[in-house]
Each structure stands twice: as C-alpha cells, then as structure tokens.
C-alpha cells in the first residue's frame, strides 16, 4: 500500500514513555462518545469507534503543527516490532492496523489547532473503552497508559443519558484505586450528549450536571470539574470548518442545534464546573459579534466558531492548554 512501510523499530514501550510530556489520557465505557471527542480535536473523522470486534490497541497522538493536512503513523507490535508505517494515515488505514491481531500500539502526529500552545509538549492517549467489566486486555492497556512516568491529565467521558452503569462505575473505580496516580496527576470529566436530554420532560442540562456531581463524589472524587458537552456536533461544525464533507443528516442536526445555541449560548458555560478563569474565556469567544460577509455555505463561520466554544470542546482545549 502506497506510503507503507515495513522493518524493525524501537520498542513502543519507550516511545510511550516520554516523561517531558503531559499525558492525557483519554478514557471511558462503551459509547460514551470517547472517539467523537478524540475525532473533535482532530477536526476530522480519523478514528473510529471499536468497542466490540477490533483488536485493543493503546494510540499515542503527538499534535505536530508542521502537519496542515495529513497525518503521519506507525504500528507496533507487542515485541516492540514496527509492523508498519505511513506518512498519510487515513481513517482505513488506522482501522486495519487497529484490527490486526499482531498490533498493540499505534502512534500518530498530526496538527491539533486548538492545542497550539500548552505549557508543555503533550501527548493524547486514546485508551480502549472496556466494553464489559470482565475484558481484562482493555484493562491491561488502560493500566499501561495510566504507568506512564511524568504528569498525566485523565480526560473521562461520562454519557449523560446513561448515567451510573456497573461498567461506569467499575471503571471510575478502578482508576480511583489505581496504584500509578499521584497527587500531581489530575482528572476532568465530560458529560457528553447532553443534546440528547430531553428537556421538555425535565431533563435539564443543570439536573445532570447535579446528578453528575453526587455521582462522582459519591465514588471519591471531591469537587469534580464537569464539562457539559456534544461531541459528535463539535466533530460536524468543525468538519464543515475544515471543509470536510458531512451527511445530510449530520447537517440537519447542527441546524437543530444552532437554533438552540441561538436561545441560549451562554448555558453550558455558565452551568460548567470549572475554574473561574477558563469561564471568562469561552464567555468572551461566545461574546464575539457575528463578521459581516462571513458566509459559509449556509453557515456562518463566526457563528460556528461561537458553537464550538458552546459545544464543550473549546472548553476542553483551553482546560488542557493551561493546566497540563
């Protein structure tokens, strides 16, 4: 396959292991909308959801500004093997790496535009999701990842219409109890798909957020940062940004979005559990009057650039960005 290549690399371990970086590790149960968030970031539909069938991989992404408009990869082998390697990894290419049997890691570069200036370098790890309580490899590689030496930001996804699962809870256990974080490490929540609550049957964005909290606390965690979010409509706005092609469906749903972000666009800011300072930045992105002659397609780019400080992703940028 063009751009491919094949020999013998340095153990994966040691490229995994580069204390001088942040780690953040991206984890959560089946669904929860890890890989749209992952995918948000990206700007792009790279990677894609494998809870059931694909081989558990641990992917490390090193955000690379040199990188515009491709990205760069390798896959590794359990014996530290590299299996392949590409100077343009596409979305099928890092799906047959990740269902080959022989890989156990992958590495990408690549652009990460709301990541370009963080106090250190950073390094995103995407953990496998268990997709049950008993599926000790994804367990396996969540604990290779949470090992890591130097500084690491856990980035958990909690699905706001599934709510305190025995998975979920198992899982926050787990890293809870975890023997390899320290108290330089730190832990952020996501409580995505609030888009999908119904509020005309009382299912507010502030309930969730109440509910999140006593959950959360409940298992240990004292005063969490909670993060309300729509992933997966701040992967469609930023797509349609970077000229990306999206469904009729997706463009549907960002249409029905945008017209309640118009009602309200200061809701999820001002219900977040977050620091003070990170607040008055996305509430000044939000504030910013719409540009005359911005039209883009049918959007407007201003416009769209205020829905995804709203959506939650901007947020998160800005959380990583100085706390990392």
Known sequence: ???????????????????????????ATMSAGKTSLINALLGDDLLFSANEAATATLTRIIPNRNLRQRVEGASYTVHGELHAQSDNVYSELLRQWNDHQAVSSIN???????LR???????????????????????????????????????????????????????????????????????????????????????SIELFLNKSRDYLERIGFRQPIIIPAMMQMSLIARKILNRKPVTRTQHRR???????????????????????????????????????????????????????????????????????
């Open 254 to 324: 960002l249409q029905t979005e945008l017209q309640r972000f118009h009602q309200n666009k200061y809701l999820f800011n001002l219900a977040s559990n977050i620091p003070s300072v990170i607040k008055r930045q996305i509430y000044a992105e939000l504030k910013r009057t719409k540009s005359e002659h911005a039209e883009f397609g049918i959007f407007n780019k201003t416009e769209l650039n205020q829905f995804i400080a709203y959506s939650g992703i901007r947020t998160l940028e800005l959380y990583i960005s100085q706390h990392n």
């Open 108 to 114: 990408l570069g690549c652009r990460i535009a709301g």
């Open 1 to 27: 396959m063009a751009g491919i290549k094949r020999n013998r690399a340095k153990s994966p371990v040691k490229a995994f292991s580069a204390s001088q970086h942040c780690s953040v590790i991206v984890t």
């Open 117 to 203: 200036k963080t106090v250190r370098p950073l390094a995103i790890y995407d953990t496998p999701g268990p997709n049950n309580s008993q599926d000790m490899s994804h367990k396996i590689l969540l604990n290779t990842a949470l090992a890591l030496p130097g500084k690491k930001l856990l980035v958990y996804v909690l699905n706001a219409t599934q709510l305190a699962t025995r998975d979920d809870e198992c899982l926050l256990q787990e890293i809870k109890q975890n023997v390899n974080l320290t108290t330089n490490d730190s832990i952020i929540f996501i409580l995505n798909k609030v888009d999908e609550l119904d509020e005309e049957h009382g299912e």
